[in-house]
């Protein structure tokens, strides 16, 4: 199967859906993408649409409702899950501070902006 994520004019994904590999044969996007957009155009889906890859083989990881589209670096990234992480360099969502490494397991506290340990 390959799959799509139809976004939005924010890059914002919206849905995705997964075609037959006969309409997307060739798992390298750079390939496959064309003749699947092609085939989502022949059902009358209209949209935006982007290849993306169930194991993470290509565009980072694999899209899902709510994630982004990052057109420059060609990457799908997790929503930010607090208003205080910042992106890294890898697309990766970093909290102010790291983790604490010993005990746990630990929680994010938003509005305290700590770790608490979950006992």
Do not use: C, H
Request: no cysteine.
């Amino acid at each position: 199967m390959a799959y799509f994520a139809e976004i939005n004019d924010d890059g914002v994904v919206l849905q995705v859906i997964s075609i037959n590999n006969d309409y997307a044969p060739d798992p390298a996007p750079s390939n496959s993408e064309p003749v699947g957009q092609a085939f989502i155009a022949s059902l009358g889906l209209s949209g935006e649409w982007r290849q993306t890859s169930y194991n993470g083989n290509f565009r980072k990881q694999y899209a899902g409702l709510g994630f982004k589209y990052d057109s420059v670096a060609d990457v799908f990234i997790v929503p930010q899950p607090y208003s205080s992480w910042s992106l890294d360099s890898n697309y990766d969502w970093q909290p102010p501070t790291p983790m604490p490494t010993e005990g746990g397991p630990w929680m994010w506290d938003e509005e305290t902006l700590t770790w608490v340990e979950l006992i």
